[in-house]
């Protein structure tokens, strides 16, 4: 067994012996002298042509701003969750998007805005809007569904506050099943 390790050995050395490359402190041949290469270090260069400014982009957007609580992550709601009977007002972004933000409910008040997912509830409060001088609440019902650390907001009913007798809700409308 000695022997045949013995015999492993030898032959990796003897192999590794009778390389025939070897490095060289020589330069290769094909590469520039020095006298060329400082030619081209030297000579002049094109200017490069100026850089073209970009277009304003507002500062902030508030619409997109989430408070962060003190871990430093967004104030997410866990999708799936049902939010029930929460009143709040539609508001458009600076880049066009439904977006539903809460009334402060007096208690922890840190509810996040959340992006409406659009459907024929949000194509109904849209029309009320449109059609009403005053800023409307609404009165909506849905499921959360989190994309990107963002919350959307699937309406499933909705109701205009203003609409309702005082003290007495309405009963809500259903949107189509």
Do not use: C, H
Not at 31 to 56: I, K, N, Y
């Amino acid at each position: 067994m000695k022997t045949v390790i013995a015999i492993v050995v030898l032959s990796l050395a003897a192999v590794s012996w009778g390389q025939t490359t070897r490095p060289t402190t020589q330069p290769t041949k094909g590469r520039p002298d020095p006298e060329e290469m400082m030619r081209q270090l030297l000579a002049p260069r094109r200017a490069a042509p100026p850089l073209t400014p970009l277009p304003d982009v507002p500062t902030t957007n508030e619409s997109r701003v989430i408070a962060a609580p003190r871990g430093g992550q967004p104030n997410l709601i866990r999708e799936g969750t049902i939010i029930p009977k929460r009143v709040g007002r539609l508001v458009r972004t600076a880049d066009g998007q439904a977006e539903f933000r809460f009334e402060a409910d007096g208690q922890a008040m840190q509810d996040p805005p959340m992006l409406i997912m659009p459907n024929l509830n949000l194509m109904q409060m849209e029309n009320m809007v449109k059609n009403s001088s005053q800023n409307l609440k609404f009165r909506v019902s849905g499921t959360v569904f989190e994309y990107r650390s963002r919350n959307y907001l699937l309406i499933e009913t909705v109701v205009s506050v203003e609409s309702e007798p005082q003290g007495v809700p309405r009963p809500e409308r259903r949107g189509r099943d």
